[in-house]
Antibody, heavy 116, light 106 residues
């Protein structure tokens, strides 16, 4: 079955960067895009962007340009999202999802806490 | 960006009743409107795709309708396990999500 396994929780200091991974299994990785979504505690879902896993092409929500960088390693069927220049407003759970082009499978979420 | 407005924000329900949740788009999204359920401490799960198409493994009490700007998610006979937050998402123009509707026990 389709599975997306994300990396674990991160505790980071303001101004630093983190890189979250999303390893796919159960399907041909390069057949579908991977999208990334932010969810702050008690808040809704915010779309960050997606990466075409075959070409590496990316789209970013304007709000996250310069904040998020999406990459992919086809050899390991893994997508990555790097968040840079972290501030407390980046504290959230970040999900990856298979985008077919609707989001039909989600990772378990990766918690990022930004605190000094 | 297309803004999705969900109402009500919170709905108090009694098990067994039929309920409807609304999602209104700021401009037409045709039928590129999908519904997700998120239970506490879980990831969102796809419930309905393209406004009204069912998803394998989702109970038949869930159904969707609408096109253009007005959409409805219905639950025919709410069960306790349905107490969750429901989000709509449009994929017609740069993916956006609604703010969600929380189902709680009356």
């Amino acid at each position: 079955q389709v599975q997306l396994q994300q990396s674990g929780a991160e505790l980071a200091k303001p101004g630093s960067s983190v890189k979250i991974s999303c390893k796919a299994s159960g399907y041909t990785f390069t057949s579908y895009d991977i999208s990334w979504i932010k969810q702050t505690t008690g808040q809704g879902l915010e779309y960050i962007g997606y990466i075409n896993t075959g070409s590496g092409g990316t789209y970013y929500n304007e709000k996250f340009k310069g904040k998020a960088t999406l990459t992919v390693d086809k050899s390991s069927s893994t997508a990555f999202m790097q968040l840079s220049s972290l501030t407390p407003e980046d504290t959230a759970v970040y999900y990856c999802a298979r985008d077919v082009p609707l989001m039909d499978a989600w990772g378990q979420g990766a918690s990022v806490t930004v605190s000094s | 960006d297309v803004v999705l407005t969900q109402s009500p924000a919170t709905l108090s329900v009694t098990p067994g009743e039929r309920i409807s949740l609304s999602c209104r788009a700021s401009e037409s999204v045709d039928t590129y409107l999908h519904w997700y359920q998120q239970k506490p401490n879980e990831s969102p799960r796809l419930l309905i795709k393209y406004a009204s198409q069912s998803i394998s493994g989702i109970p038949s009490r869930f159904s969707g309708s609408g096109s253009g700007t007005d959409f409805t998610l219905s639950i025919n006979g709410v069960e306790l396990e349905d107490l969750s937050i429901y989000y709509c998402q449009q994929g017609n123009s740069l993916n956006t999500f609604g703010a969600g509707t929380k189902l709680e026990l009356k």
